[in-house]
T-cell receptor
Framework: SAVISQKPSRDICQRGTSLTIQCQVD?????MFWYRQQPGQSLTLIAT?????????ESGFVIDKFPISRPNLTFSTLTVSNMSPEDSSIYLC?????????FGPGTRLLVL | GQQLNQSPQSMFIQEGEDVSMNCTSS?????WLWYKQDPGEGPVLLIA?????ELTSNGRLTAQFGITRKDSFLNISASIPSDVGIYFC?????????????FGKGTHLIIQP
């Protein structure tokens, strides 16, 4: 299985600011994804992070709000821009490997 | 888009009891995955299923990929306190991991001593 780390593990931010979350994988992977898990809810796919090209966003998520970088096959960042309290969630990085999918420990974000 | 219905939403059981939960889909999936999420952690993969009818075990856990490819179940035998957590089913309509997963809403498992 792939070992995934995320930074920061948690943060408390003021509304209107932005936070960049980093995801590092211990091996090269083709597919990387970003998910959001709102309090008490299931996981929702935000976007697929594509290496060398723009991320592919799911319905309801836009690049201006959630810009994503994927500079290589082991690293990706997700930025939550112009935050509001409704952005308080767990943000999870995920990678596809051998037809299954693994998750990082998540970044717990609280926006005041 | 695809939707997954996971049930039950929560379960209150006694230690030692068996547990069963299932997911149904509005469309055909090629992959079914079952995850467990503990508080403050990311989901951890329990079992992966890739073929219709496939029955796979992982210790006290058993999961099956439904023949119609629209459903899957997870059984836990002889539950123990560390089984407490949220269990999610997830499915993928395409092969090769090209798309992200669709998740069920989760089953909260609570074990009473």
């Amino acid at each position: 299985s792939a070992v995934i780390s995320q930074k920061p593990s948690r943060d408390i931010c003021q509304r209107g600011t932005s936070l960049t979350i980093q995801c590092q994988v211990d091996s090269q992977v083709t597919m990387m994804f970003w998910y959001r898990q709102q309090p008490g809810q299931s996981l929702t796919l935000i976007a697929t992070a594509n290496q060398g090209s723009e991320a592919t966003y799911e319905s309801g998520f836009v690049i201006d709000k959630f810009p994503i970088s994927r500079p290589n096959l082991t690293f990706s960042t997700l930025t939550v821009s112009n935050m509001s309290p409704e952005d308080s969630s767990i943000y999870l990085c995920s990678v596809a490997a051998r037809e299954t999918q693994y998750f990082g420990p998540g970044t717990r974000l609280l926006v005041l | 888009g695809q939707q997954l219905n996971q049930s039950p939403q929560s379960m209150f059981i006694q230690e030692g009891e068996d547990v069963s939960m299932n997911c149904t889909s509005s469309s055909i999936f090629n992959t079914w995955l079952w995850y467990k999420q503990d508080p403050g952690e990311g989901p951890v993969l329990l079992i992966a299923l890739y073929k219709a009818g496939e029955l796979t075990s992982n210790g006290r856990l058993t999961a099956q990929f439904g023949i119609t490819r629209k459903d899957s179940f997870l059984n836990i035998s002889a539950s123990i306190p560390s089984d407490v957590g949220i269990y999610f089913c997830a499915g993928r309509a395409s092969g090769g991991g090209a798309d992200g997963l669709t998740f069920g809403k989760g089953t909260h498992l609570i074990i009473q001593p």
